[in-house]
Nanobody, 134 residues
Framework: QVQLVESGGGLVQPGGSLRLSCATGGFAGFDLDNYVVGWFRQVPGKEREGVTCISTSDDDTYYVDSVKGRFTISTNNAKNTVYLRMNNLKPEDTAVYYC????????????????????????WGQGTQVTVSS
C-alpha cells in the first residue's frame, strides 16, 4: 500500500495562501506514475469531498468547481511529492485536508469527479488541518 504523509496546514486569514505537501512512497518499485493522487477535505458532519486530483504520468488534473482558479495541484521533479497550492483562501475552505492515492484505471476526471470518489481511494494520509479565519 502507498504511504502518504501530509504537511503544511495551519491558520491563515481570508485571502491568504497555503501550500500543502504530500510525501509518497512505501515499497520497492513504487512508481507514482501508476497512480492518481487526490486531495480531499472533510468538515465535521459532512462527507469527505474531492478537491483536486493529478496523474503524474501525463499531468492530467481535475478540480472541483469551488476551487478552480484558486488551487493548483502539482508534483516535484522526482515525482515523490504532490503539492496543493491554495490561494485566495475563504472561510469555507476550512477543513481537514487529506491526500489519497489509488492505481490509475481511467481518466482523472472519471476517477475524481464523483461525490463517492473518496470511497475508491485505498491509501490515505493522516490529514492536516487548514483553518481560514480572521
Amino acid at each position: 500500500q502507498v504511504q502518504l504523509v501530509e504537511s503544511g496546514g495551519g491558520l491563515v486569514q481570508p485571502g491568504g495562501s497555503l501550500r500543502l505537501s504530500c510525501a509518497t512512497g512505501g515499497f520497492a518499485g513504487f512508481d507514482l506514475d501508476n497512480y492518481v493522487v487526490g486531495w480531499f477535505r472533510q468538515v465535521p458532519g459532512k462527507e469527505r469531498e474531492g478537491v483536486t486530483c493529478i496523474s503524474t504520468s501525463d499531468d492530467d488534473t481535475y478540480y472541483v468547481d469551488s476551487v478552480k482558479g484558486r488551487f493548483t495541484i502539482s508534483t516535484n521533479n522526482a515525482k515523490n511529492t504532490v503539492y496543493l497550492r491554495m490561494n485566495n483562501l475563504k472561510p469555507e475552505d476550512t477543513a481537514v485536508y487529506y491526500c489519497a492515492a489509488r492505481p490509475r484505471v481511467t481518466t482523472v476526471q472519471a476517477m475524481c469527479d464523483d461525490v463517492r470518489a473518496h470511497r475508491f481511494f485505498n491509501s490515505w494520509g493522516q490529514g492536516t488541518q487548514v483553518t481560514v479565519s480572521s
